[in-house]
């Protein structure tokens, strides 16, 4: 049985940092591609951040770009979220996923396995 199990979301003040994991199990986990994705209440769920297989490469949302990074640990069976200079609007809940076909997609419907989610809330 896949499981998908974020940690580290929490209640943070604009400016500040949250570092996300996610821990995976029942699944060859460095055959996957990994992504992380959220949702804000009302609002779609939105792509993230994704790695690959390796680690190797990496690919971010716009609005990312330069505050997030996302990295793994193969032998860990583990993928990592560190957000930096967080903002009111990144408030939602993030959930990690996992795509078995390594596809460079940041579509959510094509992502096999997902976590439960973990909530980051951001103050002003």
């Known amino acids: 049985q896949v499981q998908l199990v974020e940690s580290g979301g929490g209640l943070v003040q604009a400016g500040g940092s949250l570092r996300l994991s996610c821990a995976a199990s029942?699944?060859?986990?460095?055959?996957?591609?990994m992504g992380w994705f959220r949702q804000a209440p009302g609002k779609a769920r939105e792509f993230v951040a994704r790695?690959?297989?390796?680690?190797?490469?990496?690919y971010y949302a716009d609005s990312m770009k330069g505050r997030f990074t996302i990295s793994r640990d193969n032998a860990k069976n583990t993928v990592w979220l560190q957000m930096n200079s967080l903002k009111p609007e990144d408030t939602a809940v993030y959930y990690c996923a996992a795509d078995f076909f390594g596809r460079d997609t940041v579509l959510a419907p094509e992502y096999n396995y997902w976590g439960q989610g973990t909530q980051v809330t951001v103050s002003s």
């Open positions: 790695i690959s297989r390796s680690g190797g490469s990496t």
């Open positions: 029942g699944l060859t986990f460095s055959r996957y591609t």
